[in-house]
C-alpha cells in the first residue's frame, strides 16, 4: 500500500522498508505497513509472526534494523517524546508491580507522564478502572488479580488519557468468552470515538468481528493488506451444484464459461447425488443465469449454492499453515 | 505549524510538560511500600539493638581497643551506640541492601514487565535513569539514618546519656552530638552512592534482578579485599570503598573535611563514570522483556 494513496499524516502507524533482525534471525522482513487513521486494524498472524516485535519498534522499545517508521505521521523513534503520549499501548501482556493495588499502578504509570495533570490523576484512575470492569477490584494487590483482570488493567492504564491511537497487543489473552465481548465493545465505542485502533491477535474470529481493515504476518513477512472487504473478495467464489446427473452439469457448466470438476462422486451421501463446482469469477454469470441453464439442460439439481471462501481459508492460504502453530 | 497532526488534534492538557517531580514521588512510594524494603531496614535497626542489648547484659564493660571502634564507650555514653552500629554495618550490611536496591533498578522493572510500559508512556530513558539513582540515593539515606536513629533510641534506653568527649578530647552538647551522628550518617551516605551507581549500571546490563544485585555486592566486597592488600596500594585510593570507614574526622573538635571532601569527589567521580556506562548501555538498548 506504499503507493501513495494516503497522505502521512492520514495514516497513523506508516512503516516503509521495516526490518529488524536479532542476529542471523529476522524477525521482521522489509514490511510496509499502512493504518489509516480511524481504522479499526487487525494485525494478525501466528505466534512467532514477528507483530509483536512490529509493535515494539513502533513504539520505540526496539530500534529498527533498517527502514523507517512513523507514528501519526512523526517519524519514529527521533519524535518519540512528542507521540507517545497521544498512544495508548498494551504491549506483549500486561506488566505490573504484584505488590501495588491496580489503582496504585495505574497513579504509578500516570506520574510517568509529563503531559498527565496530577489533579486530575485519581479521578482519570477511577475512570479508567470502571470503564474496563475494574473498578470493585481498584484497592486489591495486582499479585492477586487473575490473568484476565491483570489484561483489563492493561487495557484501564492505555485508556489513562485520551489517545489518538491505540496499540493493542494480543488484548484479549486471558478473558473470557465474557470478557472478550466486552473488549469487542470497548473497542468499537472507542474507535466511534474516532480513537484509531491496532489490534494484534492470532484469533481470526476476533479480528473478523471488530477491525475495518487487516494486514496478516507470516514469519516476519507483510503477506496481505487491505479492508477486510478487500480480503474476503480476494477469496474465490465457487458454485457448487448437487445432482446426479454429474455429465450433463459438467456440461452445462462448461457452455457457460465456467472450469468445472466433480469434487464429489455419486453415492457418498447415501443417494446418487454428486457434486460438481466450479469457481465463480466475480462478475461473471448471474449464479440465477446458472440454474436456469442447468434447469433447462435436464440436469436435476438438487442443491444449488455460490460458496465464498471464508476469510479462515484465505488466511490458511496467505499463511501456509494452521492458524496457530508457531514458526 | 497547524498542518501538523500532533496540533491539530489538540489533545495536549498542556502546552508545556511538566518537570514531573511525580515520578520521583512515585518511586520513592513504590521503594517503601515494599516489604522487602521494609524488611532490610529492620534487619538494619537491629544492628544497633542487638549489639546494645549485648553490652548491657555482659557483666564487664568492653575493654578499649576490644571489638569494633567506640563500642568501649557504649557504655558510658549511649550516644555511641548509633556510630558503633553504622561501623559494624559498612563492610557488609549496607553494602547489602544497597546493592538489592541498586540492582533492582532497571533490571527489576525490566523483571516485571513494567518496563516497557514506563518507556511507552513515555517516562523518557535518561530522565527514569535519573529518577532510578536518585530513588536508590534516598535508600543509602533512609538506610543510614535507620542504623543512626536506631542507635540513638536504644542507646539512650539503656545507658546513660550525657555530653559527648570527641575523638579530639574536646567536650560536645547531646544537641551537638546529635547533629554530629546526623553529619557520620550523610557521610555513609555519600560513600554509598559510587555503589549504587555501579548498581544502577549492572541493572541495565540484565533482566534478571537477582544477578545484578548480587554481582553488586559481590563487587563491594571484592573492592574492600583488594583495598586490605598492602601490595595493591597503588590502587587503594582509586576503590570507592576506600574512604568508607573515615569519618571519624568528623568527631573531632573542629571538624576536618578533607575525608569527606576527598570521599564525596571520589564517590561523585564513579557516580559520573557508571552513570555514564548506564546512559550509553540503557539509551539504545532494545527492550525485550
Not at chain 1, 486494524?41 to 512513523?70: D, E, H, W, Y
Not at chain 1, 473498578?135 to 484501564?156: C, D, E, F, I, T
Not at chain 1, 478473558?175 to 494484534?200: C, K, Q
Amino acid at each position: 500500500m506504499g503507493d501513495g494513496r494516503h497522505p502521512a499524516a492520514e495514516l497513523a502507524i506508516e512503516t516503509r522498508g521495516l526490518t529488524k533482525r536479532f542476529g542471523h534471525q529476522t524477525a521482521v522482513n522489509s514490511i510496509d505497513l499502512a493504518v489509516p487513521r480511524g481504522s479499526v486494524f487487525g494485525f494478525l498472524g501466528p505466534n512467532g509472526s514477528g507483530k509483536t516485535t512490529t509493535i515494539r519498534v513502533a513504539l520505540g522499545l526496539a530500534a529498527a534494523t533498517s527502514g523507517q517508521v512513523s507514528v501519526l505521521g512523526q517519524e519514529m523513534p527521533r519524535r518519540l517524546k512528542d507521540v507517545l503520549p497521544h498512544v495508548g499501548a498494551l504491549v506483549e501482556g500486561p506488566g505490573f508491580y504484584p505488590f501495588l493495588s491496580g489503582a496504585a499502578n495505574l497513579h504509578r504509570l500516570d506520574s510517568a507522564d509529563r503531559y498527565a495533570p496530577s489533579a486530575t490523576r485519581r479521578a482519570r484512575v477511577r475512570e479508567a478502572l470502571d470503564r474496563v470492569g475494574l473498578g470493585h477490584a481498584a484497592g486489591k494487590k495486582v499479585g492477586a488479580y487473575s490473568l484476565g483482570m491483570k489484561q483489563r488493567l492493561g487495557l484501564a492504564n492505555a485508556l489513562l488519557m485520551p489517545r489518538e491511537l491505540l496499540v493493542l497487543d494480543e488484548p484479549t489473552n486471558g478473558l473470557d468468552p465474557l470478557g472478550t465481548r466486552e473488549v469487542r465493545n470497548l473497542v468499537r465505542s472507542l474507535a466511534a470515538e474516532g480513537t484509531t485502533v491496532f489490534v494484534s491477535s492470532h484469533l481470526l474470529a476476533e479480528v473478523e468481528q471488530m477491525c475495518t481493515h487487516v494486514a496478516v504476518m507470516s514469519v516476519g513477512r507483510l503477506v496481505a493488506q487491505g479492508t477486510l472487504d478487500d480480503l474476503r473478495r480476494a477469496g474465490e467464489a465457487r458454485v457448487r451444484v448437487r445432482t446426479p446427473d454429474i455429465a450433463g452439469a459438467l456440461r452445462v457448466l462448461a457452455a457457460l464459461g465456467l472450469v468445472p470438476e466433480q469434487t464429489e462422486p455419486p453415492g457418498r451421501a447415501g443417494d446418487d447425488d454428486g457434486v460438481v463446482s466450479a469457481p465463480l469469477a466475480p462478475g461473471s454469470t448471474a449464479p440465477e443465469a446458472i440454474v436456469a441453464a442447468l434447469v433447462a439442460g435436464d440436469v436435476r439439481v438438487r442443491a444449488f449454492s455460490v460458496d465464498r471462501a471464508s476469510l479462515e481459508d484465505r488466511f490458511v492460504a496467505l499463511t501456509g499453515e494452521g492458524f496457530d502453530i508457531a514458526q | 505549524m497547524p498542518s501538523d497532526p500532533l496540533v491539530r488534534a489538540g489533545n495536549l492538557p498542556c502546552a508545556r510538560p511538566a518537570v514531573g517531580w511525580d515520578l520521583f514521588a512515585s518511586e520513592l512510594a513504590v521503594l517503601f511500600r515494599r516489604r522487602r524494603t521494609w524488611a532490610m531496614l529492620l534487619a538494619l535497626a537491629a544492628v544497633p539493638v542487638l549489639i546494645a542489648v549485648a553490652v548491657r547484659l555482659s557483666s564487664s564493660p568492653p575493654e578499649p581497643g576490644r571489638g569494633p571502634p567506640f563500642l568501649d564507650r557504649v557504655t558510658q555514653n549511649g550516644l555511641f551506640v548509633g556510630i558503633t552500629a553504622l561501623v559494624v554495618c559498612i563492610p557488609l550490611f549496607l553494602p547489602l541492601t544497597v546493592g538489592v536496591v541498586a540492582g533492582d533498578t532497571i533490571a527489576g522493572e525490566a523483571n516485571l514487565g513494567t518496563l516497557r510500559y514506563l518507556l511507552v508512556v513515555p517516562a523518557g530513558r535518561v530522565r527514569l535513569l535519573l529518577v532510578k539513582f536518585a530513588g536508590a540515593a534516598a535508600f543509602c539515606l533512609a538506610a543510614t539514618l535507620t542504623v543512626v536513629v536506631s542507635g540513638a533510641l536504644i542507646g539512650a534506653a539503656l545507658f546513660p546519656v550525657g555530653p559527648v568527649t570527641l575523638l579530639s578530647g574536646d567536650t560536645i552538647s547531646v544537641g551537638e552530638s546529635i547533629l554530629r551522628s546526623l553529619l557520620v550518617a550523610g557521610y555513609v551516605t555519600v560513600s554509598l552512592l559510587g555503589l549504587s551507581a555501579i548498581g544502577l549500571f549492572i541493572s541495565t546490563l540484565t533482566v534478571v534482578p537477582v544477578g545484578a544485585m548480587a554481582a553488586t555486592i559481590v563487587l563491594s566486597v571484592v573492592a574492600q579485599v583488594l583495598g586490605a592488600l598492602p601490595q595493591l596500594e597503588w590502587l587503594h585510593p582509586w576503590l570507592f570503598s576506600h574512604y568508607w570507614l573515615d569519618f571519624a574526622d568528623l568527631l573531632r573538635q573542629p571538624i576536618a573535611w578533607t575525608s569527606f571532601g576527598d570521599n564525596a569527589l571520589l564517590q561523585a567521580g564513579y557516580a559520573a563514570v557508571f552513570g555514564a556506562l548506564a546512559y550509553g548501555r540503557f539509551v539504545t538498548k532494545d527492550i525485550l522483556s
